[in-house]
């Protein structure tokens, strides 16, 4: 459950699918929404001006009653980072960077998805109501568990969140194989029921599976298979998958998002 959510806009195409997004999200939890737009200090005020304008007509059209508005100065991912830290925001939300935009560039992204002290949401695609297909990537690292609780959070009780656990056999003989599958079946089993516990009792259905192979290729597969319209991920942790998730698999997915993503540290 989310009680107050920001959404740092960038006036670009994805930034009011970003809003959309964030408004329902505010809706279905009952929470509270600020939209934060950086300013660039070094545009002239009649850009400011413009940047104001437009900001207005998103937040009148798309932004629930109540909503507040505040435009910073600065560099736009300290700016962001900073808000979070003191104004208690619990969920960041931002537009899908597909394409370079020089003031709230992909290091930006970086930056902000490396540092955030709350979970991040990632809107790429027009979805419209609640998430209904989530896809978790899950291994036994206790930083992919939060991330199952929070997207459990997140989700309405009509989803489903379904749980994707990948190993890499490497050059083990068929048998060998298909010993590793059960037992990798088997502690997965155990990780969900015992996380289960302590989650609440009303929530979406959460399901899982064991696949082996490559875990980007894995991953999408499943996406397009099961046409999710999110994807869970946690960013810090041990393990295979943790590891990968610091490196080229979270920026794969946060630069070239299959769907929203949300990431969880």
């Known amino acids: 459950m989310f009680k107050h ?26 929470a509270r929404l600020s939209v934060l737009h950086v300013l660039d200090p070094t545009q002239s005020e009649q850009t400011h001006d413009h940047a104001r304008q437009a900001l207005d007509a998103s937040t009148s059209q798309y932004a629930p009653p109540g909503s507040d508005l505040q435009l910073r100065s600065g560099k736009p991912s300290e700016v ?14 931002l537009g899908g960077h597909l394409e370079r935009h020089e003031f709230f560039s992909g290091t930006s992204l970086d930056r902000i998805a490396r540092n955030c002290p709350v979970p991040l949401l ?8 609640p998430y209904q297909q989530a896809l978790a990537a899950i291994d036994f690292s206790l930083c992919a568990c939060s991330a199952l609780a929070g997207a459990y959070g997140l989700l309405p009780e009509s989803a489903e969140l379904h749980a994707v656990h990948v190993f890499d056999p490497g050059k083990a003989s068929g ?29 979406p259905t959460i399901s899982h599976a064991v696949h082996q192979g490559g875990i980007l290729r894995c991953l999408q597969e499943q996406l397009r298979a099961r046409k999710s319209d999110l994807l869970v991920l946690g960013s810090h942790g041990r393990g295979a998958l943790s590891q990968a998730l610091l490196g080229s698999l979270a920026q794969h997915f ?9 990431v969880v540290r």
Do not use: M, W, Y
């Not at 962001?80 to 939300?93: F, Y």
């Not at 990632?122 to 109501?129: I, K, N, Q, T």
């Not at 079946?185 to 516990?197: K, M, T």
């Open 175 to 203: 048998e060998q194989v298909d010993s590793q599958l059960q037992i990798q079946q088997a502690l997965i089993a155990q990780l969900l029921e015992d996380e289960a516990r302590l989650l609440p009792p009303s929530g």
């Open 5 to 30: 959510i920001l959404i740092a806009h960038d006036l670009r195409g994805t930034a009011d699918l970003a809003l959309r997004r964030a408004a329902q999200l505010a809706q279905q939890h009952g």
């Open 122 to 129: 990632l809107v790429a695609h027009p979805s419209p109501g």
């Open 254 to 262: 946060l630069h070239k998002a299959p769907c929203d993503v949300f």
């Open 80 to 93: 962001v980072l900073q808000h979070l830290r003191e104004n208690g925001h619990d969920l960041l939300v």
